[in-house]
């Protein structure tokens, strides 16, 4: 799939853009802070409606507009999509109205062929993956943001997986609710299977796809390191940690039992029969009721997707312990190249690739990698400073666009004819 086209209206340094992209390497260049970042963000957030490197969605509106005291501001992003099952038009809406009497308020709307959607259908209709410097923080960060990562993954994906997460984080804030009038008061026992019922039956459902994933993930990104990025060098595996049942408590995080313990349960996860989460649900539901007394003291549940976990080894080792920087990079790279060869085979295209000034940290050998796979993809926008550090061939090929000041214009032609 590729964007066509691409308007953006009051979305950060934009006031209005209007742009035609083609298919194939997209090249974005310019000086610091001109807005090719922000470009990539409003194209990851249409397709995931989630922002990279925002903390609120109100920071993604234009500030003029902001305060320009008008009644109301609204903030469009409007994307033309090319599939393989026809043409798309993607739309989001930032809406923030002053009131007179309480403050302003700010909500979202999503648009899919003009007609208004829930915002989580509209993701999977653009699929995205996205490349930052800073991915590297995935390996040695909380984590909440790997499961942040494999839950936007999915998403895209699957339409049913996201709905289950909807509905599981919906259950379990309510009976982490219950858990606590529980402990207080003592009375809502007798509801108390209500909520676990649901609870497991969504988590199953969350556990299953996410060990099909990982299965995936951990099988390509490994060929890939092994083959394409470490010259038969080095050899990582990436491991789920699925919290179905109580584990051993351990020394470290990646050093003890308790890991091996999730580590078998990934495997048994995915040998189960596909759409059939009996047994799972079953596992899942024993493992729960045993810890009952342990979650009203607590009020909260202890067991469920919403622990889960995943990490990297690299040569047997944990690489955010271990590993170099370069070698953490490695295996990011690894694991977003399988990524794309994951939805690649789920939806029989590959995403659009966005990489924001990640080719200039690589070395040569990964950098050639890089390219080949962005020039092989429908679609791939990447950024940088320095468009020198292109070869003319890759110039050659790609769309060139100049960014300053929050215009875009087509680039000159960037390639020297004489050059390698
Ligand atoms: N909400 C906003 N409204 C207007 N300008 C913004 C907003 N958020 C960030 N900016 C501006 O956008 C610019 C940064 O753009 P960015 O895309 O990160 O640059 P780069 O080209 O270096 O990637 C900065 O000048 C910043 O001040
Ligand atoms: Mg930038």
Known sequence: MYISHLSLTNFRNYGRLELDFKSGPVLLYGHNAQGKTNLLEAIYYLATTRSPHADSDQQLLNWNANEADEPVIVGRLVAQVVTKDGTQLLELRLIKEQKLQNGASFR????????????????????????????????????????????????QVDPTYCRNLAGYNKVLEQRNALLRQINESGSGRDVLPIFTDKLITLGSAIFARRADLFAYLARSAQRIHYEDLTNRQETIRLNYLPRLE??????????????????????????????????????????????????????STSLGPHRDDWFFQVNGRPLAAYGSRGQQRSAMLALKLAEIAWMKAETGETPVLLLDEVVAELDERRRALLLQVTQNASQAILTATDPGMFAASFLQQAQTLHVAGGRVSSGVPLATPAGP
């Open 108 to 155: 979202r709307e999503a648009l899919v062929n003009r007609r208004q959607v829930r915002l989580m259908d509209l993701i999977g209709h653009l699929r995205a993956t996205l490349f930052l410097p800073e991915d590297i923080q995935l390996i040695t960060g909380p984590p909440a943001n790997r499961r942040r990562y494999v839950d936007i993954t999915l998403c």
């Open 246 to 299: 109580e584990t051993q408590p351990g020394r470290s995080r990646e050093e003890n039992e308790a890991v091996e313990e999730m580590m078998a349960l990934a495997d048994w996860l995915h040998e189960q029969p596909t759409g059939n989460h009996k047994s799972i649900a079953m596992r899942f539901g024993e493992a729960v009721d045993g810890c009952t007394e342990q979650d009203i003291a607590r009020s």
